[in-house]
């Protein structure tokens, strides 16, 4: 195997094992809060984008409007979002992230964010020092790519 299929195996490997990780914190917490992967989805949609309508879920999660408006409806039944209609236009509807909302997303987050810390004390400070130069490095390269 090249060094360059090697290093590629590598960040496939990490990547997986990254993700892996990452979707078991996620399907934790929406099983401990009784949320449905949609339901997850659109409050992580909230919170990292801008509050959003129903066209904007449909679209996100390939799903119908009415199937849309369900999970806006049952989100906002349960407190983790509410809504404001548009004074001007009353069929415009924005969707925005509560407290308790905002608590869920954290929750995950802070679980995944704690496992890479518990990974990251495996290693030696020398091994850190080694690979942090290459991962800030990977960081700039990928975010480059995800804007185009």
Same mark, same amino acid.
């Given at each position: 195997?090249?060094? *360059? =299929?090697? !290093?590629?195996?590598?960040?496939h490997? /990490?990547?997986?094992?990254? &993700?892996r !990780?990452? #979707?078991?914190?996620v399907?934790? *917490?929406?099983?401990e809060c ?5 339901? #997850?989805? &659109?409050? /992580? !949609?909230?919170?990292?984008g ?5 066209s904007d879920?449909?679209? *996100?999660?390939?799903? &119908?409007?009415?199937?849309? =408006?369900?999970?806006?409806?049952y989100?906002?039944r349960w407190?983790y979002?509410y809504? /404001?209609?548009d004074?001007?236009?009353? !069929? ?8 308790a ?8 987050v ?8 518990n990974?990251?004390? *495996?290693? &030696? ?5 080694a ?7 990977l960081i ?5 790519k995800?804007?185009?």
């Amino acid at each position: 195997m090249s060094p *360059t =299929s090697t !290093r590629s195996q590598s960040l496939h490997d /990490i990547a997986g094992i990254l &993700t892996r !990780r990452s #979707f078991f914190e996620v399907k934790r *917490t929406i099983d401990e809060c009784g949320l449905s992967l949609s339901q #997850f989805i &659109t409050l /992580i !949609r909230l919170h990292y984008g801008d509050p959003c309508g129903v066209s904007d879920i449909s679209k *996100t999660l390939g799903i &119908t409007k009415s199937a849309a =408006s369900q999970i806006f409806n049952y989100l906002i039944r349960w407190g983790y979002i509410y809504r /404001i209609v548009d004074i001007i236009d009353r !069929r415009k509807k924005m969707h925005y992230l509560t407290a308790a909302g905002q608590a869920i997303v954290d929750k995950s987050v802070e679980a995944t964010v704690l496992w890479l810390d518990n990974f990251i004390d *495996t290693f &030696t400070s020398e091994e850190v020092g080694a690979f942090g130069y290459a991962l800030e490095t990977l960081i700039r390269a990928a975010s480059r790519k995800e804007i185009e």
